[in-house]
């Protein structure tokens, strides 16, 4: 067979279909919907529950189980495993597995495609994975040419190199995003297992680059540490455009008091001795040398205390001289019959982490040389154990991200003493009690993590100029604006000012950052066949500085405008470009819209999203409201569903005579109001402050904003109550209020409970928990 020239074949495909002409046999497609919104293919070579591997392994079963939580249809895909599937999956959160060996068996492949497998199967095993993935990815693509597909891959042995290489080429469409996040590529684990000479050079540095140039030019891609991003960036990665998104987690449950246990591990549980773990994969990365040599250093007096449990995974050593031995033997022959020791291997990961719940005290011993971003410190920092720690970037980034502290000690990585020291210490302490972190702060982090991600894979969808199915019905595609408002909001402006809007009064925007509301208006106006007149009938207010409290970095980042402002900047000029292709129908209002005020006649559209203190809210009613046109005016208040700004509650229950919300399609964050009749002047003049409203009317004023608010958003109507206390000081109702809400609602509504915690504790040195 004529080999085949694999690089000319992917550039050819761009002048085909974008389907690659593969697709899944019958067999599959029998078990598969016609049709799906949203999918996500996760690529790796562990999954736990599959495999008995924490680690990756952890981290893609937990993404898999917050992505099918969300509503996606998760797929996985096993790269390196000869086991078949079938795409059968026993794992609840995942509809279908496959393995990469399976590819023939499948999929419906061409002549070509299956030229170049051949080709590459004997030799070019890392390609030969990266074609079968590629080959699955253009089969769901094929399938569900309609949906949002979100493709994920570790950058470890660049299993997406070929992926990448064919979204970037055009091979996969707009509704494919591709991501890849930093886990353990080769240069990083030759330097951890000081390992600086390669018995197959060639094989190494071809890995390397795959896993750099897929990392480089994927859609999205993610790093866990800050350690490893370092680290990468010595080796000469670009990594300007990564976003740092440390994984979500499970939270450990409390293991049942009837929960059996087989005898062996039940008789480690009655041992009378103090239990010394070595938690994590029994190998030279992970310590094991450093740990069994700081054992060996211990006085007698100290080992007669101690049970030594080794919990990992038994692999094959790689240290120069000890080739042919696995690491149960390597223990063994250094421990010999000297110490109490025994060795576990063949436990999945929730068994092991079970198993040291179960101990009354336990001390555990994390001893990597180095590490990314290691499940095994967001694991064990849940339990009360104590705790010795390699003091290296992983671990602290890790421990810090959940706010473990108490019975932590740090040891120098690598070094034995040091690490004989902490030991020492842990044992003298036994039995020590330990604080862990409370539960609920817990599903906070978690939910936090997972709320990022989600923004991070839209915006990547957004940016694909791939929109959701909206009420617009809008043959072509509309791509997302950057900015503060969500697609639906935009969306929803868009149609207003192209369907709705009379031209009678003007359009009037308090707060429009970089222009994505301002925008929106323009382009329904632009395409509004009623209104003629149409010369700067927008009119934007904002002061255009830029704030860090205003979390304006946090919404550029991944974008052209990351680290380009400092606080205090004016960012006018960039928001003047951004709307220059309608800048006729524009009228720019720079500065304080307080010192500025209206009066260039009626207001038909009253967009807000400025009502960020009391004073702009009074000002706000006094100088813009006098113009509202009754029965006509639309007043859209963009925070309403926002935790902060709990005034805005209060005073749209108090004007609920005069601004009447109207049915409309969900818009987020954002609550519209008809205008029916004049607020008396006496109302519009009069200043208010939260001393105007009595408990009693408080009460109503968010009931009300319950029953106007869909369901999806009542959870921040409920934060938006808590952080009313948190304003008026009465910390005591804050926590009552905050704590009946945890204990109500699912953790995954917890997110403006989150930020609300947040802002009382760095504000006001309150915990809502205690």
């Known amino acids: 067979m004529k080999p085949v020239d694999i690089e000319k074949f992917l550039s050819e495909q761009t002048n085909r279909t974008n389907s690659f002409e593969v697709s899944f046999k ?234 059996t246990l087989r005898n062996d591990l039940q008789l480690l549980l009655d041992q009378d001795k103090i239990p010394l773990v070595f938690f994590g994969r029994l190998e030279e990365r992970k310590g094991l040398f450093t740990f069994l040599e700081a054992v060996e250093l211990l006085e007698s007096n100290v080992v007669e205390k101690i ?119 842990s044992i003298s302490a036994y039995p020590e009690k330990v604080g862990v972190p409370m ?53 929803f402006l868009e149609n207003y000012a192209q369907n709705e809007y009379s031209g009678r009064g003007e359009i009037v925007e308090l707060g429009c950052w970089f222009g994505s509301s301002t925008i929106s208006f323009a382009m329904g106006l632009e395409a509004n066949s009623y209104v003629t007149n149409k010369s700067q009938r927008i009119h934007a207010y904002d002061i255009f500085l830029w704030s860090s409290l205003a979390n304006m970095p946090q919404n550029v980042i991944g974008t052209s405008l990351e680290g380009k402002y400092k606080d205090g900047d004016s960012f006018l000029e960039e928001y003047l470009e951004r709307i220059n292709p309608w800048s006729h129908l524009i009228h720019v209002h720079p500065g304080d819209l307080a010192e500025i005020g209206w009066q260039q006649g009626e207001i038909e559209c009253l967009f807000i999203d400025a009502m960020k203190s009391w004073k702009l809210t009074n000002s706000i009613i006094k100088n813009f409201f006098p113009y509202l046109i009754p029965e006509v005016s639309l007043v859209i208040q963009q925070d309403f569903a926002h935790y902060y700004t709990s005034w805005i509650h209060l005073m749209m229950y108090r004007l609920r005579e005069y601004l009447v919300p109207i049915e409309h399609p969900f818009i987020y964050s954002s609550r519209a109001f008809c205008y029916v009749k004049p607020i008396p002047n006496e109302v519009l003049q009069n200043s208010y402050s939260f001393n105007s409203f009595s408990e009693t009317e408080v009460a109503a004023v968010f009931d009300y904003s319950l029953e106007i608010t869909p369901k999806k958003m009542q959870p921040n109507i409920l934060a938006a109550k808590v952080m009313y206390f948190i304003h008026i000081r009465d910390f005591e109702k804050a926590k009552l209020e905050f704590k009946a809400l945890t204990a109500k609602l699912d953790s995954c509504e917890w997110l403006e409970l989150a930020d609300v915690q947040k802002i009382a504790k760095m504000y006001h040195a309150i915990d809502l928990l205690s």
């Open 26 to 259: 019958q067999t599959i497609k029998d078990k598969i919907p016609p049709a799906v919104a949203q999918i996500a293919l996760l690529v790796t070579t562990e999954y736990e529950g599959i495999f008995r591997n924490g680690g990756i392994g952890t981290y893609y079963r937990t993404l898999s189980e917050r992505l099918a939580a969300a509503d996606f249809y998760v797929v996985v895909l096993l790269c390196q495993s000869q086991k078949k599937f079938g795409g059968e999956s026993i794992i609840p959160a995942v509809k279908h597995i496959f393995s990469s060996s399976e590819c023939i068996d499948v999929l419906e492949l061409q002549p070509t495609n299956l030229a170049i497998l051949s080709q590459l199967q004997d030799g070019e095993w890392v390609d030969y994975e990266n074609y079968c993935a590629l080959f699955f990815v253009t089969a769901i693509a094929a399938t569900f040419p309609n949906a949002y597909i979100y493709i994920e891959f570790p950058e470890m042995l660049g299993l997406g190199y070929r992926t990448v290489q064919a979204k970037r080429s055009r091979v996969l469409g707009e509704n494919c995003v591709v991501a890849v996040t930093l886990h353990s590529g080769q240069e990083w684990l030759q330097e951890a297992h000081a390992r600086y000479t390669h018995s197959h050079p060639r094989w190494f540095w071809q890995t390397s680059h795959y896993e750099q140039y897929s990392f480089e030019q994927a859609d999205k891609a993610f790093f866990l540490s800050h350690f490893l991003k370092e680290k990468v960036e010595k080796y000469g990665w670009k990594t300007s455009h990564a976003l740092h998104l440390p994984y979500c987690f499970s939270v450990i449950e409390q293991p049942s008091k009837t929960m």
């Open 307 to 425: 049970h030594i449990i080794f919990l990992g995974k038994n692999v094959e050593l790689q240290a120069e001289g000890l080739q042919g031995l696995d690491s149960q033997q390597y223990i063994k022959q250094k421990l010999g019959s000297n110490y109490c020791y025994t060795i576990v291997t063949d436990l999945f990961s929730q068994e092991a982490i079970q198993l040291v719940s179960l101990w009354r005290f336990a001390i555990v011993c994390l001893t990597s040389s180095q590490e990314n971003f290691p499940h095994t410190a967001l694991e064990m920092g849940q339990l009360p154990v104590s705790l010795i720690v390699s003091d290296t970037g992983g671990f602290r980034e890790t421990l810090n991200l959940i706010g473990r502290t108490s019975g932590v000690r740090w040891f120098i990585p690598e070094d034995v003493r040091s690490l004989e020291q902490a030991m020492i210490q």
């Open 439 to 491: 539960r609920e702060f817990l599903h906070f982090v978690n939910q936090r993590l997972l709320n990022q991600r989600f923004e991070y894979m839209d915006r990547a969808f957004c940016q694909a100029a791939i929109s959701p199915a909206s009420h617009l019905d809008k043959s072509e595609p509309r791509r997302w604006i950057l900015g503060m408002t969500s697609n639906e909001e935009q969306l």
